[in-house]
């Protein structure tokens, strides 16, 4: 059958869900699929789950929040993959919403471990009340916060990260321009780019958690009123823009180990008067300071 055949009769999903299986097979786990911006795999169910803004279950005719979720049939521990959005009730004023750390769904329990966004920014998961929420608590649950999680949340000016977490994604709290304090949990391992982009209201300093090997490009561009930052020995590189347009940074001390600072990394730190690098750093890109 020639390749144009081919695709016309089977389409490129179900290509795309062939690979996806193969991956799986191979030791890929749903989880670490789903952690990434994708297309769900095959044997990915969807359902949406009401919910009050304190995370108590809700019917379809009275409820704040209704919780798009992504599960597994196949999977033994029947985990709840991915959060895709959050869509408010017309009739709802709330302005805060408490994530269950299980839903129940044809009467089987499942554990929210993820918060991914299904597609890109504009579908991210709290893009549809990005302008109302003001307070979010996680559970314990959470291991992985995804790709575009929090974006654009402008009024978001609170959030507790639990214990559980080891992955922050890329753009997961991009332009909240309100968030005044985030605690990154030394359970965290690795932090996306763009993760904290455009955060202008962080006012305390902020310690990456040793385990961390890369701070990525676009990290805490923007962030003009962070104070400080802790960078830890675990790391070994600093992207570009990384701390970009960081203003009110005064003093940073970049540890044994690191090999390679971008460019632009601290490009218009205005107020940095100290800077420490180490002999282990080999590569330093242009316009870095």
């Given at each position: 059958?020639?390749?144009?055949?081919?695709?016309?009769?089977?389409?490129?999903?179900?290509?795309?869900?062939?690979?996806?299986?193969?991956?799986?097979?191979?030791?890929?786990?749903?989880?670490?699929?789903?952690?990434?911006?994708s297309t769900p795999p095959a044997d990915a169910l969807d359902a949406n789950v009401y919910i009050m803004a304190d995370g108590?279950?809700?019917?379809?005719?009275?409820?704040?929040?209704?919780?798009?979720?992504?599960?597994?049939?196949?999977?033994?521990?029947?985990?709840?993959?991915?959060?895709?959005s959050v869509t408010r009730n017309s009739t709802s004023s709330a302005t805060t919403i408490v994530i269950p750390e299980t839903?129940?769904?044809?009467?089987?329990?499942?554990?929210?471990?993820?918060?991914?966004?299904?597609?890109?920014?504009?579908?991210?998961?709290?893009?549809?009340?990005?302008?109302?929420?003001?307070?979010?608590?996680?559970?314990?649950?959470?291991?992985?916060?995804?790709?575009?999680?929090?974006?654009?949340?402008?009024?978001?000016?609170?959030?507790?990260?639990?214990?559980?977490?080891?992955?922050?994604?890329?753009?997961?709290?991009?332009?909240?321009?309100?968030?005044?304090?985030?605690?990154?949990?030394?359970?965290?391992?690795?932090?996306?780019?763009?993760?904290?982009?455009?955060?202008?209201?962080?006012?305390?300093?902020?310690?990456?958690?040793?385990?961390?090997?890369?701070?990525?490009?676009?990290?805490?561009?923007?962030?003009?009123?962070?104070?400080?930052?802790?960078?830890?020995?675990?790391?070994?590189?600093?992207?570009?823009?990384?701390?970009?347009?960081?203003?009110?940074?005064?003093?940073?001390?970049?540890?044994?180990?690191?090999?390679?600072?971008?460019?632009?990394?601290?490009?218009?730190?205005?107020?940095?008067?100290?800077?420490?690098?180490?002999?282990?750093?080999?590569?330093?890109?242009?316009?870095?300071?």
């Open positions: 059958m020639a390749v144009k055949e081919f695709l016309s009769k089977y389409k490129l999903y179900t290509i795309l869900a062939v690979v996806v299986a193969v991956l799986v097979a191979g030791g890929v786990t749903l989880g670490v699929l789903l952690s990434r911006n108590t279950v809700a019917s379809a005719d009275n409820y704040d929040y209704a919780l798009d979720i992504y599960y597994s049939s196949s999977s033994a521990s029947a985990t709840v993959c991915r959060l895709d839903v129940t769904i044809n009467g089987t329990a499942r554990t929210i471990t993820t918060m991914n966004s299904p597609g890109s920014s504009s579908s991210g998961v709290f893009y549809p009340v990005r302008s109302i929420i003001t307070e979010v608590t996680l559970p314990n649950t959470i291991t992985n916060i995804g790709w575009y999680a929090f974006y654009q949340c402008p009024n978001l000016t609170t959030i507790t990260i639990p214990d559980s977490v080891t992955s922050i994604g890329h753009y997961a709290f991009r332009d909240c321009s309100g968030l005044t304090l985030i605690d990154i949990p030394s359970s965290v391992t690795n932090i996306g780019r763009w993760a904290f982009y455009n955060c202008s209201s962080l006012t305390s300093s902020i310690v990456i958690p040793d385990g961390v090997t890369s701070i990525e490009s676009y990290t805490f561009y923007g962030c003009d009123n962070l104070p400080s930052i802790t960078i830890p020995s675990s790391v070994t590189s600093i992207g570009e823009y990384a701390f970009r347009d960081c203003t009110s940074l005064t003093t940073v001390n970049i540890p044994d180990g690191v090999t390679s600072i971008g460019r632009s990394a601290f490009r218009d730190c205005t107020s940095l008067t100290t800077i420490n690098i180490p002999d282990s750093v080999t590569s330093i890109g242009g316009q870095a300071f």
